[in-house]
Structure formats: structure tokens, C-alpha cells
């Protein structure tokens, strides 16, 4: 079955739920630029930043329910230069591990990319690490592979990888 969709809002539970998930993702490797051990009070001011930015309409912050349960997040961001009304960002995919393979990140992939076209929006880009990262789930559902950054970050737990660029076009553009 898949999992209920719905935009978060900044309640503490919210925030509670979001950070444990951060920091399980950081903990297992997830190249989301945290380093590990990453503390509950940095992953909570994270997730209290990103929630403001999407209480200004700056960004969409999804996430995945399991019944009750927030098993999945990714942000969609909106908010761009002036010269780049036209596309938006997909950021911070992160599913449960107890919840990986089940579709959770596709479907809020799906989710985020509907929600792009309503504001208007014909082009999606993101980025994933080259090691451990999710280009097999972004590559299909239609992303396009632009080229590989090279030690572009440091791992959580340490050592270089690369960052993989991608793009989608998900309207004619204007």
C-alpha cells in the first residue's frame, strides 16, 4: 500500500518525527550534508529553518505516512533566483530504513513533481552522491544525468564522493 502524501507544517512533532529521520538517514551513510554523528539540536534547527522557509511559500517540505507514522520526506524548493522562475529543486529524499524498497520515494517524487507543475514550473533538477546515492530510482522515473562533480562533498562518515546532477522536464517551457 502506498503511503500518505501531505505538506508538513512546524509542529513539535513534526519536527520530532523529521529530525530522528535526518539523523537515522546521516547514521547510515545518507549523503544529505550532514556529518555523523549529527546531534538531535542541529537536525531539529534544521528542520525548524526549513519548515519557516516553507511557511513563506519559499519551499514545500512533503512528507510519507505510514498511518500516524512519518516514514519519508523530500523538499521541493521554490524559491530561486529571479532569472529562474521556471524550475524548482528536489532536496533532502530521506525514507525510513525500515520503510526503504516499498515505493515511499517514488511516490513522493510523484508528489512533489505534481505539486511543481501546479506552481507553474518546467523544469526539476537535483543532485545525489555518486556513492550510495538514488540515481537508479531517479533515472526512473525520468531524470536525466547531466555529469558527475567529482569529490564534491565528504560522506558522513568521512572520505570524498562525487554529486550526480540531474534534470527533468516536466512542462514546455515558456
Do not use: C
Not at 38 to 47: N, P, R, T, V, Y
Not at 50 to 71: H, K, N, P, T, Y
Amino acid at each position: 500500500m502506498l503511503p500518505r502524501i501531505a505538506a508538513l507544517s512546524d509542529t513539535p512533532a513534526i519536527r520530532a518525527a523529521l529530525s530522528a529521520m535526518l539523523i537515522e538517514t546521516v547514521a547510515h551513510g545518507g549523503s544529505v550534508s550532514f556529518m555523523h554523528p549529527l546531534s538531535s539540536g542541529d537536525a531539529d534547527a534544521f528542520w525548524q529553518d526549513s519548515l519557516a522557509a516553507a511557511e513563506r511559500g519559499e519551499r514545500i517540505v512533503l512528507g510519507a505516512f505510514d498511518g500516524q507514522d512519518l516514514i519519508g520526506t523530500v523538499t521541493l524548493q521554490l524559491k530561486l533566483p529571479p532569472n529562474q522562475p521556471h524550475r524548482a529543486e528536489i532536496a533532502k529524499m530521506m525514507t525510513r530504513v525500515s520503510h526503504r524498497k516499498r515505493g515511499v520515494a517514488r511516490a513522493l517524487l510523484d508528489a512533489a513533481e505534481a505539486l511543481a507543475r501546479g506552481h507553474g514550473r518546467t523544469m526539476l533538477v537535483l543532485d545525489t552522491a555518486e556513492d550510495g546515492g538514488a540515481s537508479s530510482l531517479y533515472e526512473g522515473v525520468g531524470f536525466q544525468l547531466s555529469g558527475i562533480i567529482p569529490d564534491y562533498a565528504v560522506k558522513p562518515h568521512g572520505g570524498l564522493t562525487g554529486t550526480m546532477i540531474y534534470w527533468k522536464r516536466i512542462g514546455e517551457a515558456a
